[in-house]
């Protein structure tokens, strides 16, 4: 099994940033792809970025593009995304997921693609 914990949430205005963390325990080294998706209020959770297994093939989806960057440091087991120019629509509730897929090497981009996920954080950008 594998635990992810996300922090790093918060309140932040317009134009705001915020870094979320998201640290992985248990068995670590079965997972590759790790992904970064969120939940607003009445919507469904879409795919915001994923990172591949050693971080160099990264995919955002359009809406944070140029804005929004995923890291990892593989070896404290934690995935980082960094939120620059915040907006309004930004407000959700954030989930971080892991591929359980240790030699993986691409990025996935929807939630079947991955078997691990966090508890969410959330995330809220004031106009």
């Known amino acids: 099994q594998v635990q992810l914990v996300e922090s790093g949430g918060g309140l932040v205005q317009a134009g705001g940033s915020l870094r979320l963390s998201c640290a992985a325990s248990g068995r670590t080294f079965i997972t590759s792809t790790m992904g970064w998706f969120r939940q607003a209020p009445g919507k469904q959770r879409e795919f915001v970025a994923a990172?591949?297994?050693?971080?160099?093939?990264?995919y955002y989806a359009d809406s944070v593009k140029g804005r929004f960057t995923i890291s990892r440091v593989n070896a404290e087991n934690t995935v980082y995304l960094q939120m620059n120019r915040m907006k309004p629509e930004d407000t959700a509730v954030y989930y971080c997921?892991?591929?359980?897929?240790?030699?993986?090497?691409?990025?996935?981009?929807?939630?079947?693609?991955?078997?691990?996920w966090g508890q969410g954080t959330q995330v809220t950008v004031s106009s």
């Open positions: 997921a892991a591929k359980s897929v240790p030699l993986y090497t691409a990025v996935e981009l929807t939630e079947a693609g991955y078997d691990y």
């Open positions: 990172i591949s297994r050693n971080g160099g093939r990264t």
